[in-house]
């Protein structure tokens, strides 16, 4: 689909001595970051919501691998006490990768009042990157990748951000832009640190990530949306290709790519001028910080 591709599990470089913290690595593409990054002999944390299904995966990983440097963390995004704990646990740490997320879910709150899917894909990742953030820097050289979509269609509307009465589809949007604004003001703090932050489409991959949306829908729908995977989706493999890149490669350094956004594979393009509009991405990490400062104290 892509014709010669810019970037392999083959290029990954040796990652002896480097720690990778992998947000949703128990399956999907997460799965196949951890695995290929563990291959090239990195201490990977395989974060998974279900710590059974995340120490299923650490021990597959083990045995494709042989590298037994894997573990896994219990991590809830939506809960954003266990977050922070979670990253409180942990002290050096060079190669955050924060890919877990859902899309398309039942309009659901967390504890904080929240829609579940800002709640899950904007903060708690906002939180567990804030909270590892001063470990990262010390740990430099170091890479933050965060995971978006082309499916960032949607402005931050703050006066509605729960936007209860839009679709799944709106609501999974609206945190998907959120991940753009985030990693460009992340970025911009880390200007002159060696943290490079970066955010990634992986692309259409036929993942499990749809069911929440699959789940409500009948069956001429569920039959459209698998045909459509069969015909157009990544498979798991060349998912991953894309965050990878931004986690390893040399590239990233070389050109000094910090607040960028990369589209399959491994390819560097401009997203929607609402995604990068510098008030909107001041006035969310503002916004983000005061919710957290109200419900954690942080």
Sequence with gaps: MFGQKRFSFNDIPDLTDKVAIVTGGNAGIGYVTARELARKNAHVIVCSRSIERGQTAVNKIKTETNNDKVEVLQLDLADWKGTKDAADSFVARKLPVNNAGIMATPYELNEHGIEKQFATNHVGHFVFTKVLLPVIEASA???????????HRLGINFDDINLEK??????????????????????????????????????????????????????????????????????EDDGALTQLYAATSPEIEKENYRGKYFVPIAKLETPRPFATNQETVSRLWKWTEELLNEKLGI
């Design 141 to 151: 050289p170091s890479r933050i990748v965060n995971i978006t979509s082309d499916y």
């Design 166 to 235: 839009e679709s799944v589809w709106a609501r999974y949007g609206q945190s998907k832009t959120a991940n753009i604004l985030f990693t460009i003001e992340l970025a911009r703090r880390l200007e002159g640190k060696q943290v490079w932050a970066n955010a990634v489409h992986p692309g259409f991959v036929a993942t499990n990530l749809t069911q929440g949306y699959m789940a409500q829908s009948g069956v001429l729908v569920k039959t459209i949306v698998n045909l459509v995977k069969t015909i157009f989706a990544l498979n």
